[in-house]
């Protein structure tokens, strides 16, 4: 199984450009995070998914957008890149409330 | 509001010492707490689940426990190893959200 795949690995934009974030799954899991760490802190919720067609806010979710259409994919769309959105981002997913969370490798994005 | 902490923020110890780190939260009410290991660099890997009614999980040398009237949880290494240089996260589950504490960055010296 390849587990929780991210991509891109890197990426640099530009202040105001946009981009999708893409996370995908194939392990039929239910519920799918989003995460942001900056450098030297932990982790920050963004927003999470505990099924198709739902979708919460985390801690910080101002300038990102999700949705989540299939149980596969939770993508994660910023919409005007600001300096602010300079972080490594992480998507997660696991089967149930009780079970582990497994991690993608994370997309580090930079916007200049 | 759930709030996790974790101290020291770094540890530097010599190979084959046992250690502890140390895990504290707020929510007496937390469903589980789980410990993960991330690599400079890399991805979190996830290493012991406690779930709310235990008290201990156990994998190799690895051992977390789960005080929840004390608001605190601990990772024990045995016979740490230069392999296990890693920053190490504890994270609350709450309803539906995982917090996470800033990590304790472990370093083993040879």
């Known amino acids: 199984n390849a587990g929780v795949t991210q991509t891109p690995k890197f990426r640099i934009l530009k202040i105001g450009q946009s981009m999708t974030l893409q996370c995908t799954q194939d392990m039929n899991h239910n519920y799918m995070y989003w995460y942001r760490q900056d450098p030297g802190m932990g982790l920050k919720l963004i927003y999470y998914s505990v099924g198709a067609g739902i979708t919460d806010k985390g801690e910080v979710p101002n300038g990102y957008n999700v949705s989540r259409s299939t149980t596969e994919d939770f993508p994660l769309r910023l919409e005007l890149a600001a300096p602010s959105q300079t972080s490594v981002y992480f998507c997660?997913?696991?089967?149930?409330?009780?079970?582990?969370?497994?991690f993608g490798s994370g997309t580090q994005l930079s916007v200049l | 509001k759930q709030e996790v902490t974790q101290i020291p923020a770094a540890l530097s110890v010599p190979e084959g010492e046992n250690l502890v780190l140390n895990c504290s939260f707020t929510?007496?009410?937390?469903?589980?707490l789980q410990w993960f290991r991330q690599d400079p660099g890399k991805g979190l890997t996830s290493l012991l689940l406690?779930?709310?009614?235990?008290r201990e999980q156990t994998s190799g040398r690895l051992n977390a426990s789960l005080d929840k009237s004390s608001g605190r949880s601990t990772l024990y290494i045995a016979a740490s190893q230069p392999g296990d240089s890693a920053t190490y996260l504890c994270?609350?589950?709450?309803?539906?959200?995982?917090?996470f504490g800033q990590g304790t960055r472990l370093t083993i010296n040879p």
């Open positions: 929510d007496s009410a937390i469903y589980n």
């Open positions: 997660a997913s696991k089967r149930g409330s009780d079970e582990k969370l497994f």
């Open positions: 994270a609350e589950w709450g309803a539906q959200k995982l917090v």
């Open positions: 406690i779930q709310s009614s235990q």
